[in-house]
Structures are given as C-alpha cells and as structure tokens.
C-alpha cells in the first residue's frame, strides 16, 4: 500500500490555515498567494449587487407586472404539503 503524501499537520496548524484563508491574508500581515482569486470574487460579489437593482431599473411597469404575475402562479401552483397524524 502506498503512503500518504505529505506532512501531517496538528490541529492549531490547521485551525491557523482556516482563518488565514478566511480572512484572506496570513498572521503576519502578508497577503496569501491567491490574493488575485479573492480580487475577483470581491469584483463579482459587487457587481451581482449592482446587477438587480440595475435590471430592475431598465423594466417597464408593464414588463415588472408580467414577472410578477409569473412569480405569483407559480408560487401559488405548488402542491400543499400533507400533514399526517403520528
């Protein structure tokens, strides 16, 4: 049987590598490796918040009204759970 690539790591290296990752820069102030895929995921989670309400902006009323209609029958077309007795 093969071993195990690598070095065992104990749980405070561990817990260390998860925050550092959480907050995107390591312990000692330096930013990790990947700062480029944090850098995009930064841009996109602002323009996924920019995008809604710009949509929203561009619809006329009468185009809002039909979405809405849609959202409606089909919010209101899903089956009612059945509850059984235990």
Do not use: C
């Amino acid at each position: 049987m093969p071993k195990k690539s690598g070095q065992k790591r104990d749980f405070m290296q561990v817990a260390r590598g998860i925050v550092e990752h959480a907050i995107g820069e390591q312990m000692d102030g330096t930013p990790l490796e990947n700062s480029k895929e944090s850098a995009r995921a930064i841009a996109g989670r602002s323009g996924g918040y920019k995008g809604g309400k710009a949509r929203a902006e561009k619809l006329t009323e009468a185009e809002r009204r039909e979405i809405a209609k849609k959202a409606a029958l089909k919010r209101w077309s899903k089956p009612k759970p059945v509850h059984s007795p235990k």
